[in-house]
């Protein structure tokens, strides 16, 4: 009876300690598995994540530069735009000094208008206006800016952006402008070749292009 007992004893000890070493087996392998997952993180689904990031952040990038190109076209358009307002206001004061030289019959006087300051003429000089200089260069002038060069008597716009800007012979990213007078050649009264005065403009001294077609 009593060795039946000590079977039976013995039977429940091996039992015990076959479980004992299978939960340790288990324990120490969800273990190994938790330490792997933390101090490996290049596994599969690790991994695919960081591809992801990777492409969000390569789009990202591709769309911040797109739009940057166009934020910075359409800076320079506004630029010539505000340019060619400039022109057009001082085309009108030039328009307007010529009439009233004609009405106080002071014709004489209009060739004058070539050598004089346009920007003289404008009631409200624009805000990036730099005054006279003697023969400057673009280095000495701001870009994004007016100045009158008293050696050629021209007014010069040193550009700020010049992208989508082909300068002229001179190379330089600068537009120089002038004041042109017309003349229609034709009879004097002693029966001579003349030349009559019939209009002034205010154009460029040489043809470019900034965002004309080629």
């Known amino acids: 009876m009593r060795s039946r007992r000590q079977r039976t004893e013995d039977r429940r000890q091996t039992v015990v300690c076959r479980c004992t070493a ?20 290049l596994s599969s689904e690790r991994g695919f994540t960081l591809i992801e990031l990777i492409i969000v952040i390569t789009i990202v990038v591709i769309l911040a530069a797109v739009f940057l190109n166009r934020v910075w076209f359409y800076q320079e358009q506004a630029e010539k735009t505000a ?11 030039l328009t307007m000094q010529h009439g009233r030289l004609l009405v106080r019959s002071m014709e004489s006087e209009v060739t004058a208008l070539a050598a004089d300051n346009p920007m003289r003429w404008l009631a409200k000089q ?14 000495s002038v701001a ?32 537009i120089r402008y002038r004041v042109n007078l017309m003349y229609d050649p034709g009879l004097g009264t002693s029966g001579k070749p003349s030349k009559e005065l019939v209009g002034t403009l205010f154009e460029p001294t040489e043809p470019y292009r900034w965002f004309d077609p080629r």
């Not at 299978?22 to 101090?39: E, H, N």
């Not at 340019?83 to 004061?93: K, L, R, S």
């Not at 624009?126 to 280095?139: K, L, M, Q, V």
């Open 126 to 139: 624009p805000h990036n206006y730099s005054g006279e200089f003697y023969d400057p260069t673009p280095r």
């Open 143 to 174: 870009p994004g800016n007016w100045v009158f060069d008293l050696k050629s008597r021209e007014l010069i716009y040193v550009l700020d952006r010049t992208e989508h800007f082909v300068p002229g012979k001179d190379g330089n990213k600068w």
């Open 22 to 41: 299978r939960f340790k087996r288990l324990r120490g392998k969800a273990a190994t598995k938790t330490l792997s997952s933390v101090f490996c993180p």
């Open 83 to 93: 340019m060619v307002e400039v022109v057009g206001a001082i085309q009108t004061a």
